[in-house]
C-alpha cells in the first residue's frame, strides 16, 4: 500500500517535471521565432534597402548585370522581406489610409522584383525596382 502510494507520487513528479520542461523548451523556441520575426523599423529599411552603392537595391542591379541570379535572388528575397513589413511600422507624419496605400504597392513592387530573380528575368526585375516610388512616398510621409 505504501509501496504504491510512493510509486504514484513518483510518477505524478516526473509528469510534472516532463510538463515543466515541455512548456520550458516550447516558450524559448517562440522568443527565437520572434526574434527572427522582428519587424525592421523604417530607417533599417531605407538604409540597407535603398541608400548607396551598399545597398540591396543596388546590389541587386549589380547582380542581375553580371548574370549571378543566385545572389540576386539572396538579396531580392530581403528586398520583399522588407516589402512585407514596412507597412507594420508607423511613419514620422502623414495620413494612415495614404501609408497604407503606399506600403502596399511598395510591398507589391518588391514582391514583383523577387519574383523577376527567381523567373531570371531581367526586365522584371528592373520594371520591379522602377516602380519603388522613393519622391512619392517621401513627400507623404517622411
Ligand atoms: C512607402 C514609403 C517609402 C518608400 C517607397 C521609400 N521611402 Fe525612404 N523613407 C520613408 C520614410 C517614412 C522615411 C522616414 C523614416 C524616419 O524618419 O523614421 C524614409 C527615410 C529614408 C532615408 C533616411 C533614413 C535614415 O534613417 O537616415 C533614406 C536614405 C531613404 N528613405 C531612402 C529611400 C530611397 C532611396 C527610396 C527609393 C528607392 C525610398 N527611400 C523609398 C518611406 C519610404
Known sequence: MLRKLIRMSLAGTLGMLALTLAVGASSTATAQEKDKEKVPTISEIMLKGHKGTDAYIAKIRGAV???????????????????????????????????????????????????????????????GLKGINCMECHKAHR
Open 65 to 127: 548585370k553580371d548574370g549571378k541570379w543566385k545572389d540576386a535572388q539572396e538579396y531580392a528575397k530581403t528586398l520583399a522581406f522588407f516589402g512585407e513589413n514596412l507597412g507594420k511600422n508607423k511613419p514620422p507624419k502623414g495620413d494612415a489610409e495614404s501609408w497604407k496605400k503606399l506600403t502596399k504597392k511598395y510591398a507589391e513592387t518588391t514582391k514583383a522584383t523577387h519574383k523577376g530573380t527567381v523567373d531570371k528575368d531581367a526586365k522584371a526585375v528592373n520594371a
